[in-house]
């Protein structure tokens, strides 16, 4: 069966870089958008030239030439997107507008996957100001692309264990606490019991501790936050550490990554594709130890 011709957009991020790769690795003929927004950041141009000695190929087009847009998805049968919507790097999402009118001029794309990644959005319409902007874009963008009559596919992988578990789910940090450790809530996260993990139910290794603690034979100390302090703690904060509180909120208080069945109008990754080897946890926090 004959490979799908990738436009990836957005490509020298920190997920369309990996989009890349993977994409190559799995023998697509992999095109990835050259921006002329880039300008003088050296490091974008050096990923995208090492992109092109792996395989890729570059192509021009910018976001403010609709012709440009339209030429470079009429090389192509699927276009992904990984433009960022995260506020502490860039703010980008709305910006798919003009590649979701540029593919529907087109009218040769098989599928399309905008930048989506995280939470799904379909599931925060009760998630708080101001973080709900990046879900309400989003459904934005998916709006246009359902009326467009383009084929999609909406990729929600919930949180990236990058940004969550090494720090384990502390805000501001990447890195795991050395010290003490926040437990937002009192612990009665609003999720059913298949959420457990069931491998630790019998083991007498993990009683009372971390994964973290079990790694480094360090006890932290662990202290809670209310839902009402942990609201509190946007007051005076800049727009950024708003929108992450906003976010996290409905995570960590409500359980709204955790309560639910995926249902008919989705599919679950692990169940479509099982060959794939997920790293555990314990694996992953071994790089930080």
Excluded at 118 to 143: H, Q, S, W, Y
Excluded at 238 to 247: E, I, P, Y
Aim: glycine residues 8%; aromatic residues 10%.
């Amino acid at each position: 069966m004959e490979k799908s011709k990738v436009l990836v957009v957005g490509g020298t991020g920190y997920v369309g870089r990996r989009i890349v790769k993977a994409s190559l690795a799995q023998g697509h003929p992999t095109f990835v958008l050259q921006r002329p927004e880039i300008g003088m950041d050296i490091d974008k141009l050096q990923r995208l030239l090492s992109f092109k000695a792996k395989g890729a190929t570059l192509v021009e087009g910018s976001f403010a030439d609709h012709k440009s847009l339209v030429e470079a998805v009429k090389k192509v049968d699927v276009v992904i997107c990984t433009m960022s919507g995260v506020h502490f790097r860039s703010h980008n999402i709305l910006l798919q507008i003009k590649l979701v009118e540029a593919i529907k001029e087109a009218g040769n794309i098989k599928r399309f996957l905008p930048s989506e990644f995280g939470m799904d959005p379909a599931r925060m319409g009760d998630a708080l100001e101001p973080g709900r902007v990046t879900f309400d874009e989003k459904m934005i963008v998916r709006k246009a692309i359902e009326e467009a009559n383009i084929p999609h596919t909406y990729v929600s992988s919930n949180c990236f264990a990058g940004y969550f578990v090494p720090s384990l789910g502390q805000l501001g940090v990447l890195t795991p606490p050395k010290e003490k450790v926040c437990l937002y809530g009192d612990g009665n996260v609003k999720a059913g019991p298949k959420t457990q993990f069931s491998e630790t139910i019998d083991d007498p290794r993990t009683l009372n501790k971390t994964i973290w603690e079990k790694l480094t034979g360090k006890k932290l100390d662990k202290f809670s936050i209310s839902k009402e302090d942990f609201l509190a703690s946007m007051e005076g904060k800049d727009f950024t550490f708003q929108v992450g509180v906003g976010h996290l909120y409905p995570i960590y208080y409500e359980g709204c990554l955790t309560n639910f069945e995926i249902g008919e109008e989705g599919e679950e990754a692990a169940t479509l594709y099982p060959e794939v080897n997920y790293k555990r946890m314990d694996e992953y926090l071994k790089l930080y130890v």
